[in-house]
Structure formats: structure tokens, C-alpha cells
Nanobody, 126 residues
């Protein structure tokens, strides 16, 4: 079955950086648009970044632009989220998600994604 496993979260001071990874199995990884979402306590889940099947196109939330970079390695079935200049507001559980639609549009709503990982906690201290 499809599995998405996130890793790389942790506790970091404001201004620091983290790289999240999401390893996928049970699917043809290059057939899926991949996305990163996050959910902070008491808040709704929100889109962070997405990447097309072969990495030629990316999309970012305004909060992530200029600080976060999404990338993927189809040979390793892995998608990454490099996060720089982290802020306390970035504290959340981060989830990766896979979209199996044939469209090339990177969706920013979670309802468009078919598979989800269990999440990894990112905590940014001030």
C-alpha cells in the first residue's frame, strides 16, 4: 500500500534551518504531484509548497516564498522541503501529500491530495 513517511523535524531556534524529507513507497512516485502542508495547534491545515511530477514547476504559499524550497528526487522516491530563516510562526506539524490526478496544476487545498504521511513536528523557539 501507499506509504509516505516524513522525517527531519525537530526543535530549532528562530533564524535556523531544517530540511524535511518524505519517503514514498507503494506508488509510482514520478506519477504524483507532491505537496507539503502544515497544521499548527488550533489552526487549520495550510498549504506550504508543491512540486510537479518531474520538478519543473513549483508553487509556494506566500509565507514560504523566499525561505522554503521544495525539491524531489524521483530516483529515491523522496520529496524535500528545505526551510531557512525559520520563525516561531512556522511551528506546526508538517505533512507531505501525494496527488494522483492527471492534471498538471499544483493544488493548494488538501482535498485534492490522495495520500498523506503521518507528519513531523517542527518547533521554532524565539
Amino acid at each position: 500500500q501507499v506509504q509516505l513517511v516524513e522525517s527531519g523535524g525537530g526543535l530549532v531556534q528562530a533564524g535556523g534551518s531544517l530540511r524535511l524529507s518524505c519517503a514514498a513507497s507503494g506508488l509510482t512516485f514520478s506519477s504524483y504531484i507532491m505537496g507539503w502542508f502544515r497544521q499548527a495547534p488550533g489552526k487549520e491545515r495550510e498549504f506550504v509548497a508543491g512540486i510537479s511530477r518531474y520538478g519543473s514547476s513549483t508553487r509556494y504559499a506566500d509565507s514560504a516564498k523566499g525561505r522554503f524550497t521544495i525539491s524531489r528526487d524521483n530516483a529515491k522516491n523522496t520529496v524535500y522541503l528545505q526551510m531557512l530563516s525559520l520563525k516561531p510562526d512556522d511551528t506546526a506539524v508538517y505533512y507531505c501529500a501525494a496527488d494522483r490526478r492527471l492534471s498538471t496544476v499544483i493544488l493548494t487545498t488538501g482535498e485534492g491530495y490522495d495520500f498523506w504521511g503521518q507528519g513531523t513536528q517542527v518547533t521554532v523557539s524565539s
